[in-house]
C-alpha cells in the first residue's frame, strides 16, 4: 500500500478509519486538494491573505506526497505523466499563490478533479 500518511495527516486522519478499499487514500487525498483549493480560491477573493497561504500550502503538501508516492517501476508511462502532471500542478500553485490567480487554483480543481474520477473507476474495477 502507499504510504500516504503525511499527506492524509494534513488533510484529515479522521476520514483514513472509514478506509474500505486500498485506493481510498489516494481518492481522499484528491478530496483534500480540491477542497482546499475552493478555501483558497475564498481567501483570495476575500484578499484574505491568510487563508489562500495556508490552503495553497496544504494543497502543495497533498500533490508533493502523491508525486513522491508514484511507482515509476510498476506505473511506467502512467507514473511518468502523472508526476509531470503534478509538476505542472505544484508550478502553476505557485503562480496562483503570487498572482492571487482564482482561475488558476480552479483550472487545478478541475485537473484533480479528473484525476480523482480516473481513481474511481480504477477502484471500482478492482
Known sequence: M?????ALNSYSQAK??????????????????IEYLNKAATGIKLKNLQIKLKYIKRTLA????????????????I?????NLYNYMMRELVLANIHYDAD?????????????????????KV
Open 104 to 124: 488558476k487554483l480552479m483550472h487545478i480543481s478541475g485537473l484533480l478533479g479528473n484525476l480523482r474520477k480516473a481513481w474511481v473507476e480504477v477502484r471500482n
Open 2 to 6: 502507499v504510504n500516504t500518511a503525511y
Open 62 to 77: 497533498i500533490i508533493t506526497e502523491l508525486d513522491r508516492c508514484l511507482n515509476f517501476e510498476a506505473g511506467g508511462e
Open 79 to 83: 507514473a511518468v505523466n502523472l508526476h
Open 16 to 33: 483514513v478509519a472509514s478506509v474500505d478499499h486500498p485506493l481510498d487514500p489516494i481518492i481522499m487525498l484528491y478530496d483534500g486538494a
